[in-house]
């Protein structure tokens, strides 16, 4: 464990030399980045397999010193981070060795690994920092990543457009970090998270603080997950290309703010209030986002909504104090949404840069692989039993149940039916019936780079979820504790019932979805009628990003304009009156410099004269 440091240096390394050499590789810059995302992905595969059988590992060293303050860098891996490293190498890999096979022939493909090998790189580099302050900076060069892989397609007004969206929206929650992360140390003299700790459990810092500071740091991690109200640049990300939709929805940015919470969870713990707060706000997300979910046609923002709502659960469990459900959760959804992502993209790939669902249909004859693929991503999501997908969520409404939760828990519940409909609607428009699109002819499968990580993915979304379960037991969940017993148990128990209405539900939406859009026997207009008040609105999204724009980006439009005429006007102008002034009193000089000696000897004489009028109308008293 004490070479973990090394694990984030190798994307890096990759991300160097594709920047000095990648227009001479062009198409070969991938195996650059994609053999050191494999041996992240080995070292990150030893130290959890180490960290299973070692205690924590700590290395820092003296960075700042002020006074009696020190500041420190360094690395630790402990159980949270070494299953972070884990999951983030390997996503990153497989979306390395996907991209591959997508983004062939892109005249700036070489760039698009730099992009790739950076935001990799900040992540790791983000879940092994011992400290806030450190945690800070890799968290702002993930937002930096993020900004240039959504605006990758620069040509593109909307892409352009959805960069600047998710880098202002996500710079929003980080003001909130940043203040709460101040404040933290203001009153704990660090930045260390264990320091941080021993002050809150020592009673150093009052209960008034410990909630503010916690609810700040959350506003943190509601702008990089996508929580409601900023939540709105996730599903806008989507322009950016499908690998960096997996990569990002997956395991990295949007899974950083949870990983920030379950990282600072004693902090939280000692809140109730902070605690309420995110429940109250990842239950809503979570059936908020599902609902728009439910009628949206972009393949892509379908699984955008998905993602906003599958974060919401993430974050709902960890306000129910249901630690071990959240993180759980984390991995399982890294897994199955990251294949969700990359059949998507081979959907896309395979009928010419289509998006729209409406367009499609049929596909499962034509995708051998990549149909029985995404059914196992829309499966494990929709929490049928035996798929991964279906413990986690089982462990997210027990510990809810047990946190005593009941409205939140029904709204769970409610937003379980909605995704299993909306992902089996997606299924059943893309890979039954007639196909609806052109070019039916050219539909064919992705190549082996990018069937291979589906595949993968594939595999870990149908036995993921086996680490952690009732039945074969609880083996995460009991490691992920393993010497702090505030984190709760290893397994949330709840009654059986839980289980079997998780069941009903799930299977109830997938069901109603297989009669409206795979038998066909229950008309689509059931939502209100198509182009009805409750499609419109779901349609347009709560019509959210329309409220933005006229309340905050009006009223911040108006402000500049005010600040902009004081500057142009008031002090622009006034600086202008003065410069005005000496310019003028400087060209009257140099008219009187005319370099004739008869005009500077009558100035002298006639300065002269009018000293002797003065003299003689005081009467000499001058002297």
Known sequence: MENAWLIPLFPLVSFVILLLIGKQLKERSAYVGILATFVSLVFSIVVLFQRFFEPTYSAKFNWLTIGDLHITAGFEVNQLNALMLFIVSLVSFLVHTYSKGYMHGDERFSVFYVYLGLFTFAMLGLVISPNLLQ???????????????????????????????????????????????????????????SEIFKAVNAGQVSGTMITLTAILIFVGAVGKSGQFPLHSWLPDAMEGPTPVSALIHAATMVAAGVYLVAALFPLFLASKTALLTIAIIGAFTAIFAASIGLVQTDIKRVLAYSTVSQLGYMMFALGSAGYVAGVFHLMTHAFFKALLFLAAGSVIHAVGGNQDIEKMGGLWKKLKLTGPLFLIGTLAISGVPLLSGFFSKDEILAAAWEGGHPILFLLALIAAFFTAFYMFRLFFLVFTGEFRGKDEKHVHESPGSMTFPMIVLGVLAIVGGYVNTPWFGSYLGDWLVQGNAKLGSGHAEGPVWIQLAATLFSLGGSFFAWLIYGKRSVSRDWLSGKGGILHTILLNKYYIDEFYQMTIVAISKGISYLFRFIDVFLVEGLVKLVTSIIQGLGKLGAKLQSGQVQTYGAVAFLGLAVLVVIFALTGGYLR
């Open 135 to 193: 945690t800070y900076i890799f968290w702002e060069l993930v937002g930096l990543g993020s900004f240039l892989l959504i605006g990758f397609y620069f040509y593109k007004e909307e892409a352009k457009a959805a960069a600047k969206k998710a880098f202002i929206m996500t710079r929003i929650g980080d003001v909130g970090l940043f203040i709460g992360m101040i404040l933290l140390f203001w009153q704990t003299k660090s930045f260390e998270y």
